[in-house]
Nanobody
Framework: QVQLVESGGGLVQAGGSLSLSCAAS????????MGWFRQAPGKEREFVGA????????SYADSVKGRFTIARDNNWNTLYLQMNSLKPEDTAVYYC?????????????????WGQGTQVTISS
């Protein structure tokens, strides 16, 4: 089992920056990939980005590429999401996720463990 707790959400103006963290505990040694997803009101959950053990590769959704950066600590205990040049359309609840399975790691159904989410609101 893996437990995930997000922190760092809040309210910022468009063009600003925000950093999220996700603290992982439990069997973190077995994690293959960790990622960030988001869900805006009335919309489906969408992939933001993820990092996997496969060559420590990182992938991003096109909508955030070049603006968001994912990083992790060496022990897979903490996942970060640095968000720059934020837009009102980035407003959503952001979720951290983890999986022990060897997957592509860009779909929600590939992840088995989820945090409770943290609200990010971007004002125009």
């Amino acid at each position: 089992q893996v437990q995930l707790v997000e922190s760092g959400g809040g309210l910022v103006q468009a063009g600003g920056s925000l950093s999220l963290s996700c603290a992982a505990s439990g069997r973190t040694f077995s994690i293959y990939a960790m990622g960030w997803f988001r869900q805006a009101p009335g919309k489906e959950r969408e992939f933001v980005g993820a990092v996997s053990r496969r060559r420590s590769s990182t992938s991003y959704a096109d909508s955030v590429k070049g603006r968001f950066t994912i990083a992790r600590d060496n022990n897979w205990n903490t996942l970060y999401l640095q968000m720059n040049s934020l837009k009102p359309e980035d407003t959503a609840v952001y979720y951290c996720a983890a999986t022990q399975r060897i997957v592509t790691a860009n779909r929600g159904d590939e992840f088995d463990y989820w945090g409770q989410g943290t609200q990010v609101t971007i004002s125009s």
